[in-house]
């Protein structure tokens, strides 16, 4: 059984730093991308990042370089997000999302619960 859970979310001022995390189980870690998307109340979900576990390789759509970072801990078969100088329009409920590393295209096929950001002063 394939389990992803995020962990790390809470209340932060902007300016402030976080750390996300994904810990899983049930699949080959080293042969599947990992990706971190977020949605924020009446917004469509968009993806913040992408890693492939077996390498390193990541990929970030252009409105998320510079401030997120993705990365990965092979052992512990945890992907992390590392988010910088959050604002208020980072504040999202933000999944871990797992698929085979062969396949492409936006679609995933497993799912976590999501972890809620919220950024205000």
């Known amino acids: 059984q394939v389990t992803l859970v995020e962990s790390g979310g809470g209340l932060v001022q902007p300016g402030d730093s976080l750390r996300l995390s994904c810990v899983t189980s049930?699949?080959?870690?080293?042969?599947?991308?990992v990706a971190w998307f977020r949605q924020a109340p009446g917004n469509e979900r968009e993806l913040v990042a992408q890693?492939?576990?077996?390498?390193?390789?990541?990929t970030y759509p252009d409105s998320m370089k510079g401030r997120f970072r993705i990365s990965r801990d092979m052992p512990k078969k945890t992907v992390y997000l590392q988010m910088n100088t959050l604002k208020p329009e980072d504040t999202a409920v933000y999944y871990c999302?797992?698929?085979?590393?062969?396949?492409?295209?936006?679609?995933?096929?497993?799912w976590g619960q999501g972890t809620p950001v919220t950024v205000s002063s």
């Open positions: 999302a797992a698929r085979p590393a062969w396949k492409s295209g936006p679609q995933y096929d497993y």
């Open positions: 049930g699949f080959t870690f080293s042969t599947y991308a």
């Open positions: 890693i492939i576990t077996n390498g390193g390789g990541t």
